[in-house]
């Protein structure tokens, strides 16, 4: 019979989080696949448990796939987790995950810990639907593409961002009129400096600005959706900064009145916060 590969969440901070189905799982079988072997051997050692651990990340996952695959179909069962959280969430695995399953091997998921998740339940802002945006590009073009085509959706984003970034980008954010959108900070979920801080994006940026303790550690961002306005105001943004460049904004918001359903005096005074 060929083995299993599991799918284990592990916590994000409080060992505490981890589950007795995880404790289980990870203490039986074989092989233990970690992102980091050297963080993910602290942890296991905290957890009193005795695994063999093998590398399996971005840039090796493709060739480690197959002889993880042999080993399962040998009959050994294999444990797949991240540096933290839940594997495949902004981490590798997604490869491991299709070999196994094309070549027959059943793959389990053990859930647990997920720091998408936890800023969800605590951010204060709507659920029922949301979108994932990880960690998004650091600069340039595709920047500002990904940011546009969050302030244009109406479900809440979550996105992950560096801590040196943080300040930058909701800078980003109140340059593309997002100012007054809300927006949840949290910062170390489930650790001694666990944040959560709901606010405009122009407050927290000024709160954040003022505190450099929050431009360290984990962070996790949570946008509330867009409503007509705003998803209608990232829509013309493109157009506005350009028409900003060569006119004043009064003449600006004459121009995008005459093609757009909209006020002249609204737009006037959205072109006055770019």
């Not at 995880?22 to 957890?47: I, K, N, P």
């Not at 040998?74 to 594997?87: F, H, K």
């Not at 303790?213 to 306005?229: H, P, W």
Request: with cysteine.
């Amino acid at each position: 019979m060929t083995g299993t590969l599991y799918i284990v969440s592990t916590p994000i901070g409080h060992l505490g989080d981890i589950t007795r189905r995880a404790l289980q799982v990870l203490g039986e079988v074989d092989v233990v696949a970690a992102e980091d072997t050297r963080r993910s051997g602290q942890l296991l050692d905290a957890l009193d448990i005795r695994a063999r651990l093998v590398s399996c990340h971005d840039h090796n996952e493709t060739e480690r796939s197959p002889k993880l695959v042999a080993q399962l179909l040998a009959g050994q069962s294999v444990a797949l987790i991240s540096d933290a959280g839940t594997p495949l969430v902004s981490d590798p695995g997604y490869r491991l995950v299709r070999a196994c399953q094309e070549a027959g091997i059943t793959v389990v998921p053990i859930p647990g810990a997920s720091a998408v998740l936890a800023a969800l339940a605590v951010a204060g802002l709507p659920t029922d639907r949301f979108v994932f945006e990880g960690f998004l590009p650091s600069k340039g073009g595709p920047r500002a593409q990904a940011l546009q085509r969050i302030l244009a959706n109406s479900a809440t984003s979550v996105l992950f961002e560096a801590p040196h970034r943080v300040l930058a980008l909701l800078e980003s954010l109140v340059a593309a009129g997002a100012a007054e959108r809300e927006i949840a900070l949290c910062r170390e979920l489930t650790k001694k400096f666990e944040t959560v801080r709901r606010a405009t994006v122009a407050e927290l940026l000024a709160w954040v600005a003022a505190d450099s303790d929050q431009q360290r550690g984990e962070i996790v961002l949570v946008l509330a959706g867009a409503d007509d306005s705003a998803r209608e105001n990232a829509e013309l943004l493109p157009l506005a900064k350009a028409l900003l460049e060569e006119l004043p904004a009064s003449r600006a918001a004459r121009v995008l009145a005459a093609v757009t359903p909209r006020k002249r005096q609204e737009l006037y005074a959205w072109l006055e916060t770019l």
